[in-house]
């Protein structure tokens, strides 16, 4: 299996997933966009990963390289691979299929609980949040379910939190992959977001639980199962 993944700042990449997909025997290459490095032909990966950034998804005029991004996204997807976006990856999926991504109505910062929608308790990877525990959170933005797309999860403080597109695609607006050491460097590289509001904890409360980031493994890894089908 090939993995490709696409990074927009050097502290949000795999996480935790680099070592569940290296554990299944994944090949693995990136493209880093604030290293200037290219994007490879379609045909050289069979699963690509969008990661999260603090970028809007329609920043083409602040960053050039998101533009040829998104072709790489819909190229991937008419080609029938597998496509899975994170926070800001999920919402670029989201634009390359026609939906809008606009601000939340109170950013969501922390530990707060998922709940499968209807339809997402119909589905393999939507009923893994059935059970409504807490995932980490942080953006400022959502994206709208795109046509044809299946809304599998909603939370208190953002209605999408996860869409199904056929098969192959999925997006997710919450951080599974997020361990202790990328929580702190996010915190590091982002205070500035970590303000009051209702859908905000601080860093301290975010890291105040390790088991929280044991139980998000264990469900990234039944995520992951579920959809790459191993």
């Not at 695609?169 to 996010?186: D, I, K, S, Y």
Request: a negative charge.
């Amino acid at each position: 299996m090939r993995v490709h993944y696409l990074s927009h700042v050097p502290f949000e990449k795999l996480g935790t997933m680099e070592t569940w997909l290296e554990q299944h025997g994944a090949a693995l290459s990136a493209t880093r966009f604030y290293q200037g490095e290219d994007l490879p032909a379609p045909e050289k990966l069979d699963t690509l990963i969008v990661m999260g950034g603090p970028m809007g998804a329609d920043d083409e005029s602040r960053y050039p390289w998101m533009a040829s991004e998104k072709r790489f996204i819909e190229q991937c997807i008419e080609a029938d691979k597998k496509v899975l976006g994170v926070c800001l990856g999920a919402q670029l999926i989201a634009r390359v299929l026609g939906a809008q991504v606009t601000a939340n109505p109170e950013p969501e910062i922390g530990w707060f609980p998922v709940q499968s929608t209807d339809a997402g308790r119909r589905d393999p990877i939507g009923t893994l949040f059935d059970d409504g525990a807490p995932v980490l959170h942080w953006h400022g933005d959502t994206f709208a379910i795109p046509d044809g797309a299946v809304h599998l999860a909603r939370s208190w403080g953002c209605e999408n939190q996860a869409f199904r597109f056929g098969d192959k695609v999925l997006g997710l607006q919450f951080h599974l992959e997020l361990g202790e050491n990328e929580t702190r460097a996010l915190c590091r590289e982002s205070t500035d977001q970590l303000k009051d509001g209702p859908w905000i904890q601080n860093e301290a409360e975010m890291l105040s639980d390790p088991a929280r980031f044991s139980a998000a493994q264990r469900r990234l890894g039944r995520v992951l199962e579920a959809f790459l089908e191993i």
